[in-house]
């Protein structure tokens, strides 16, 4: 017990330095949590789920460099990577680094002193959102440019580095789609409790879940669509050798947001290369814009109920 | 009203409020028509749990909104300003606040750079608090292995790290031994008198902060029961609480032998306090008998019993600083139990 623990007599000094503005507070906040997502400033241990699952989602690009060198044609489009990795190394991730950033300063109380500073109560969860969506960019985006620079230090000639380039804006762009959402899903899910396993929990189970649902559902709807495909096609007469999928099927994909990202991503234009080549859902076509809308819908839900949640936790 | 508060009025009070009332959804009323100035210095803000304390806080905080009245901070509205009061003011909560897994040292620093400090200011203000508030070499150790007067120094701390003016402690000395309340309510007078900064202490343990306040204000289901300089409150009677592992019958007979007028009560004696040489015949009656004394302090006041003194010293309320005649007296009789339940805590 330091009772009677000497104070040492240098004296106060008052501070008369400059004094930051709320903007750059936030700014400091957002820098200090987007450091906590992968685990700097915390103890070595913090830094091991965000380690491993970097490294897992790099390997594919990796190896993709590899093969390129031996004279192999690029393994992985930019815009799908390697879907089932991502869904699950995405899903761990901010099931595991989402509680980090939220739920531990509700575990230890210490939002009071936070609303105590000279910041509005919406900033810290906005600082909060910018720093995750920004690690979870990290998270998605660095295999690209990793598969980029594979792509690219065995392609030769202006053209080629071109068309790669051009391969990997859209990539990019749906890296941020994927950020957004599932930093806005798994802060709000996580905010929720300040008990880190519950957090994490309730992250993982909400998008494995869905997307298993999703999943199911896409199944039990495309097994007549296959058999009519089959033997029966070729009755459906030259005007529609195809057949697109049915609406049930369409539907069925706006349950996850893993889906969601995959009809929006078709939507707008992306690589139909047929399930087994990396689609989640069949091509929605003009029906992608409900999908769109429904992603909307729930980024714009997930941020609402994140900015309440902040707006009661400061007047109780 | 709000001149009222005795030698504040030559200065400009750090604190006003005017009328404010707070009524939470479900017609829950935290404050009611609250008016009252704090002067500069160190005031004791006292009332009952319950009384509107933490709610008068984040009101001054600019956190909560007042339903009514208007409250000013060192000049700045609290409902239009909040965001300037909060840079000049540095707020310990009642309650845990503190992460278990960083440093203190870390921990204040991060604090520090949310009130605005540049990275390099906030480090060296960090260490400059902690070594303010008496925590060395272990600063640089996880808060989780600290004691619980530890952690209210940490908590000091990061209120004290932004160099504010004014600072809101809400009862500062909770969870602590009466070791650790002692060096928390010097460390508090220090910051106080030395420092130069303004300090509101929260209680409703009067007893314990009446001796480092130059102010009370005291609070009652949401209204001023009275504000005044310290001496006008404890005027009335001390009592010295003395505890003996044995011989308490004894004791009293020698007591009353030698003039004091002790009653027994549960298993201590309270004794009027008539000067210092009330502390010597007890010594010595204590030494004489032999007896192993395990407690000799001065007796804490509950709120209860202020209200009870104000009953007593009836002529000092009739003043302006009263809000009603209907507060006083109410269950006074149980003060001395309630406060036993406080102490022991």
């Known amino acids: ?316 | 009203m709000t001149q009222s508060t005795g030698p504040g009025d030559a200065v400009a009070a750090v604190i006003e409020a005017t009328a404010l009332t707070k009524v939470y959804p479900g017609d829950v009323t935290a404050l009611d028509g609250l008016t009252a100035a704090f002067a500069p210095g160190v005031t004791g803000l006292i009332g009952a749990n319950g009384a509107g304390k933490s709610t008068l806080i984040k009101i001054l905080l600019g956190l909560v909104t007042p339903t009514k009245g208007m409250a000013k901070v060192l000049g700045h509205d609290c409902v239009s300003d909040g965001e300037r009061i909060r840079q000049v003011v540095g707020y310990m909560p009642e309650h845990d606040c503190l992460p278990p897994d960083v440093s203190a040292t870390e921990f204040v620093t991060h604090m520090g750079r949310m009130t605005g400090l540049p990275a390099t200011a906030a480090r060296e203000r960090a260490a400059e608090s902690l070594r303010h508030v008496g925590l060395h070499e272990e600063r640089y150790r996880q808060i989780g292995t600290y004691s619980t007067g530890m952690k209210q120094r940490v908590k000091l701390a990061q209120a004290l790290v932004g160099d504010p003016r004014l600072l809101l402690l809400d009862e500062p000395t909770n969870g602590l031994d009466p070791a650790g309340r002692n060096a928390m309510l010097e460390l508090i007078e220090r910051i106080g008198t030395e420092f130069g900064i303004s300090i509101v202490v929260a209680s409703h343990l009067l007893g314990e902060i009446e001796r480092i306040c130059d102010h009370l204000v005291a609070i009652e289901g949401g209204r001023l029961l009275r504000a005044d300089t310290i001496d006008s409150f404890t005027k009335a009677s001390q009592l010295l609480v003395i505890e003996v592992e044995e011989g308490l019958a004894a004791l009293r007979e020698e007591l009353t032998r030698r003039g004091l007028r002790p009653t027994a009560y549960q298993r201590s004696l309270l004794v009027p306090i008539g000067g210092d040489a009330t502390y010597d015949t007890v010594r010595d009656s204590v030494a004489d008998l032999g007896l192993p004394l395990s407690r000799m302090e001065q007796r804490r006041h509950r709120v209860e019993e202020l209200f009870r003194d104000s009953d007593i010293t009836g002529s000092d309320i009739t003043g302006s600083d009263i809000t009603g005649s209907d507060i006083t007296g109410t269950g006074s009789t149980d003060a001395d139990t309630t406060a036993e339940a406080a102490d022991a805590r």
């Open chain 1, 1 to 316: 017990m330091p009772a009677e623990s000497v104070i040492h007599d240098l004296g106060y000094r008052r501070y008369d330095g400059p004094r930051l503005g709320r903007g750059q507070i936030v700014r400091a906040l957002a820098w200090h949590s987007f450091r906590a997502a992968f685990g700097f400033g915390r103890g070595a241990k913090a830094k091991i789920v965000p380690a491993i699952a970097l490294i897992a989602l790099c390997l594919p690009a990796v190896i993709n460099a590899f093969a390129m060198a031996k004279g192999d044609a690029r393994q992985f489009t930019y815009d799908t990577y390697v879907p089932a990795l991502r869904v699950l190394i995405m899903t761990i991730f901010v099931a595991v680094q989402a509680p980090e950033l939220v739920s531990r300063d509700l575990r230890s109380r210490v939002l009071p002193l936070y609303f105590a500073r000279p910041i509005e109560t919406i900033d810290y969860p906005l600082a909060k959102y910018v720093a995750f969506s920004g690690a979870c960019l990290v998270m998605m985006e660095v295999p690209l440019l990793l598969l980029y620079g594979g792509a690219i230090a065995n392609v030769h000639g202006g053209a080629a580095v071109w068309s790669q380039t051009r391969a990997l804006i859209p990539g990019l762009l749906l890296g941020l789609m994927w950020a957004l959402v599932l930093a806005a899903i798994s802060l709000f899910l996580a905010s929720l409790t300040g008990r880190r396993a519950f957090a994490t929990g309730a992250v993982a189970i909400f998008l494995l879940l869905t997307w298993t649902l999703s999943m199911i559902l896409l199944q039990a709807e495309s097994a007549p669509i296959g058999a009519r495909a089959g033997p029966g096609g070729a009755s459906l007469g030259p005007a529609s050798p195809l057949p697109g999928p049915s609406l049930a099927e369409k539907v069925s994909g706006l349950f996850s947001p893993f889906t969601l990202f995959d009809g929006v991503r078709q939507w707008l234009g992306g690589l139909n290369l047929g399930t087994n080549g990396g689609d989640q859902v069949p091509d929605p076509g003009a029906f992608g814009v409900v999908y769109a809308v429904v992603l909307l819908a729930l980024l714009a839900l997930c941020l609402a109920g994140l900015t309440a949640r902040y707006r009661r936790a400061r007047n109780s």
